[in-house]
């Protein structure tokens, strides 16, 4: 997980104190939420793996820290029932069932409630017989700096380690953008504020057909971001 030469990431400031790099705390708030399979009928499990391998779960020095930084894995498992799949299968269950019914070994007719409960035990069954996709994304921890790193733009990774690190170290993430890194740069935090957002162009400025055809007709106002580059 960490070999790779180039990677997306976003990086987070830490609110709040963790423990230090090789002690003994850290390592046991790991192991209380490290990654445990899913059970048989649970759609999402989530929890700490180590970097080096996503079936590890023993954290110690050796396996964590990469100098004066703390790097772990972050793994996610899903499982979710084809929903295509389930209506063929409820759809047989519904027919054997009438079938069932015209030879008089059943009711005549399934009520919306027992439907439903067909449904609900069908999906189920369907859940226990299908297999998990398994995520696994880099996590990189400067305590030194108080930031956080993971390796991925997912909007699902960020919002489980957002929950997951709060959960582990009762302590929050919160999103390091170019802003907040500058107010944490500038003596004065508070010249930001006179700043206005450019405007590249208005849409009443689109040139028409006749000067650019190949633009064609001119798009109606508030079609495109006020920030949107004239096309080349």
């Not at 793996?49 to 020095?61: G, I, S, Y």
Request: hydrophobic content about 40%.
């Amino acid at each position: 997980m960490l070999t790779i030469r180039t990677c997306s990431l976003r990086r987070y400031r830490i609110q709040g104190t963790l423990p230090a790099p090789a002690s003994e705390e850290l390592n046991r708030r790991l192991t209380d939420r490290r990654f445990l399979p899913l059970a048989a009928r649970e759609e999402r499990t989530y929890g700490w793996v180590t970097a080096d391998n996503l079936l590890l779960t023993r954290f110690d020095a050796d396996t964590l820290l990469r100098g004066e930084q703390i790097v772990l894995g972050l793994r996610i498992d899903r499982r979710r029932v084809n929903p295509r799949l389930l209506r063929a299968q409820l759809d047989l269950e519904t027919r054997a069932r009438a079938l069932a019914s015209e030879d008089g070994a059943g009711p005549k007719r399934m009520s919306k409630d027992e439907r439903q409960e067909l449904r609900q035990h069908l999906a189920q069954e369907l859940l226990k017989q299908t297999s998990p996709t398994v995520d696994a994304y880099t996590v990189i921890i400067d305590p030194a700096r108080k930031q956080v790193n993971l390796l991925t733009l997912s909007r699902r990774a960020h919002e489980t380690l957002s929950a997951l690190f709060l959960d582990t170290f009762e302590a929050s993430l919160a999103p390091l953008t170019p802003w907040r890194r500058a107010q944490e740069l500038l003596d004065r935090p508070q010249a930001l504020d006179a700043l206005e957002r450019t405007v590249f162009w208005e849409p009443e400025s689109w040139p028409t057909a006749a000067v650019r055809p190949e633009l064609g007709a001119a798009p109606a106002a508030g079609a495109y971001p006020a920030d949107r580059r004239l096309p080349s």
